[in-house]
């Protein structure tokens, strides 16, 4: 993993405030968390960082009575890993004015903790980067045309097969075409043409409609709300 431009003194220090950290996170104590990103990275923006953190302790509530159930990977990644994205989504939160991506941030962040395998810190890190990118009408459109794709992959063999650009309650159809436009230069999602041409498919869905890339999927997964049953 790249040191996530943690300045010297920082990555020499997290391994010994990790466990102070994620300790203090899975309590709610928010004062001690403050406290150490304040004796290691300076003053924090406190809005801002407060709002990341109560979001992240409120994301981890269903880590609390699981700690039995966590394994030696899962602690090694919360103690180093995890500890450095944390330093990150703070810097990140910082420089974000809207609170829904800040909620996004944590909990992208957050889920890093549960999806198994555990994803790359890397990636993790760049879902953050896409959460400051995106609106809430951004969002809301990618998941439309995840929801699009899979009606499609799933219609009956009798079914007129086409994807469209899906109709998105409360959006303007320009302003969904113009979020689209948005998502592709982000590289989120391609149209179906595009996505035939690059995989050397030979045809593709008809119907003007787009399909998720990759990180698209990953994005929608690293949000996705937690089934209270898992």
């Known amino acids: 993993m790249e040191d996530l431009h943690r300045p010297p ?5 997290l391994p010994a405030i990790a466990i102070k950290a994620v300790t203090a996170l899975l309590r709610g104590d928010l004062t001690q968390v403050a406290d150490l990103f ?7 923006e ?10 992240v302790v409120d994301d981890l509530r269903w880590l609390r009575g699981e700690l039995h159930n ?9 103690s180093t890993d995890w500890v450095a994205l944390l ?7 910082r420089a974000t004015r809207a609170k829904t991506r800040i909620e996004r941030i944590a909990k992208i962040l957050c889920s890093s903790v549960r999806i198994e395998p555990t994803p790359p810190a890397d990636q993790t890190k760049e879902m953050m980067r896409i959460a400051t990118e995106l609106t809430d009408e951004d969002v809301l459109v990618l998941k439309h045309l ?8 799933h219609l009956p063999s009798i079914a007129l097969h086409t ?7 409360g959006v303007a159809p320009a302003t969904v075409l113009g979020i689209c436009g948005k998502l592709q230069s982000l590289g989120l999602i391609a149209t179906a043409e595009q996505h035939s041409r690059a995989l050397k498919l030979g045809s593709y869905p008809s119907g003007g409609g787009f399909l998720l890339l990759d990180r698209a999927e990953a994005f929608l997964m690293f949000i996705a709300e937690r089934d209270a049953t898992d």
């Open 146 to 153: 995840g929801e699009a794709v899979d009606k499609y992959w």
């Open 87 to 93: 330093f990150d989504a703070d810097k990140k939160a």
């Open 163 to 169: 994807l469209p650009v899906p109709d998105v309650q």
């Open 38 to 44: 304040t004796q290691r990275q300076g003053t924090l």
């Open 46 to 55: 406190s809005e801002r960082s407060e709002y990341l953190l109560r979001c």
């Open 70 to 78: 966590v394994t030696q990977k899962q602690q090694e990644y919360l």
């Open 9 to 13: 003194a920082l990555a020499a220090s």
